[in-house]
């Protein structure tokens, strides 16, 4: 089969359009046939060495979308079902990916795709989707809360927008002026632009029982997210590579002390029942999917490139 590996780290240059075996399956595993792959800024800080892989070559990505190739006697998914999975392949730790023909994936993990949802651009979903839901349920949302999203309009701000009004709360979205409208649409009750209005002064007065930051920890940004959550509320930081311990760790023990609110962080990890729930949204027409750019495998870095730019609206995919 076709896969895009890398053998060492580096710029996109170290990706190889190569000829790799199938994936063996084992009992409890089921193998799919891929159709679309997403991309995610994970895929490039591991190719670049940020976070270096365990061994090489690896195969990136952890998002996967197809039909069904072989699966256990008795399994829940047979032959030539539409499924989706988030895959621990974004890990640095292992070195089966995503990008791939065939991907073989623990029945756990999947999902079945929605009618509603493009096989080709349904490996959109899964991480960031699942990312916006864990940082969402780790808030202990409860309907008629105000929730803030930090990044509105990419992969998982996007989606954590869409989640949050599924889950009955007040929605105010950051993102740049570009995509004021497209949040709005999306369903955010209210809209910040960022190059022009402080979401620290806007609302210092009706504060937020949730906060998910989907950008980096700096002390400045944590911090006006920070003065505008309820000593009573939830800061949800995605992690990313720019994370820093020592910012979060600080939010922290103000909130031992009692002088902030309660601070948590998310690495998303595979769930196929989660994704199923989130499934059900999109095939309910309450979650949609938006797709930036769709390329082949072979031009993945072309997708990396875009990704890079840091303000894709929604998500990159690749096909096969």
């Not at 309910?284 to 390329?295: D, F, H, I, N, T």
Request: overall charge negative.
């Amino acid at each position: 089969m076709k896969a895009v590996q890398i053998s060492e780290c580096g710029g996109t240059e170290v990706l190889q359009f190569v000829d790799v075996p199938v994936p063996a399956r084992r009992p409890g595993q089921v193998l799919v046939k891929t159709v679309s792959i997403g991309v995610n800024p994970v895929d490039s800080i591991v190719r670049s060495g940020q976070y270096k892989p365990a061994s090489f070559p690896k195969i990136l990505g952890g998002d996967v979308a197809g039909v069904v190739e072989e699966a256990d006697e008795g399994s829940q998914f047979k032959k030539g079902d539409k499924v989706f999975a988030l895959t621990p392949g974004f890990f640095n730790a292992t070195p089966d990916g995503c990008y791939a023909e065939y991907v073989v994936a623990e029945e756990s993990w999947l999902a079945r795709v929605p009618d509603n949802l493009p096989l080709a651009e349904a490996a959109g979903v899964p991480l960031v989707a699942l990312t916006a839901w864990q940082a969402l349920q780790q808030a202990k949302p409860q309907p008629g809360q105000r929730a803030l999203v930090n990044a509105a309009a990419g992969g998982v701000g996007h989606m954590a927008v869409q989640l949050a009004q599924a889950l009955g709360l007040h929605v105010v979205g950051i993102c740049g002026t570009r995509n004021l409208e497209w949040v709005k649409a999306l369903g955010a009750d209210e809209v910040v632009d960022y190059t022009s209005q402080e979401v620290a002064e806007l609302y210092r007065e009706q504060p937020f029982d949730i906060a998910i930051d989907c950008m980096g920890t700096r002390s400045e940004l944590l911090q006006k997210l920070l003065s505008v959550t309820k000593l009573s509320g939830h800061l949800s930081h995605i992690l990313n590579a720019g994370s820093d311990d020592a910012v979060l760790g600080a939010a922290k023990e103000a909130h031992a002390a009692g002088k902030g609110p309660s601070v948590g962080t998310t690495l998303v990890q595979p769930n196929g029942q989660q994704l199923q729930e989130i499934a059900d949204l999109i095939a309910a027409g309450k979650v949609k999917l938006e797709v930036a750019l769709s390329l082949p495998l072979a031009e993945a870095a072309k997708a990396h490139d875009q990704v890079a730019t840091g303000h894709t609206r929604g998500k990159v995919v690749l096909t096969v």
